[in-house]
């Protein structure tokens, strides 16, 4: 076939549609490994016992859970506008889970992670420092987030937040 021909046989439209992907079943416990932090919370640091953050995580589309990240007081006690949000869901194909990040600062991270001991972890990289979020529900039902990074391939570790998440009070 000459490469005219070819050309013209791919441009063709094709009469059958593609096969439609097998439904994915989100009760698993891969895709429900991250269930213990869907809620409404109140977010504290370390130590606080004033909130510092509103977040609100939500099952959305298929088996991805949305974070929207408010956070109103910084380091010190000082007053900031900052604001995250975050998709994350199970790879099946990587047996594990991704997270798109977006912040109010121009950060955009991915990061990837699976269930340790309990917890979930999740690390990026950009240029020389890895940075690690570790999630975990505590026995009260409250969520421990801990932020920390390295700069030497994950040898050694500094921490950068700890906040607990409490579920907010219904009115």
Known sequence: MSPIALLLAAAAPQTTPPPTPPKVDCTDADHR??????????VFAAGSKTPVAHSRIEKIVGCAISETFDQSIGP?????????????AYVPAEKGWRQYYV?????????????????????????????RMTLGPDPVGSVHQRGAFSTDGG?????????????????
Do not use: C, E, H, Q
């Open 33 to 42: 490994a991250l269930d213990f932090w869907i809620g409404d919370w109140d």
């Open 76 to 88: 010190n006690g000082k007053p900031i506008a900052y604001k995250g949000r975050s998709i994350s």
């Open 103 to 131: 912040d109010s600062g121009g950060t955009a991270a991915t990061l990837t992670g699976n269930i340790t001991s309990g917890d979930m972890i999740f690390l990026s990289t950009n240029g020389p420092v890895t940075n």
């Open 155 to 171: 040898k050694t570790w500094s921490p950068a937040y700890d906040f607990t998440y409490r579920r907010r009070a219904v009115p």
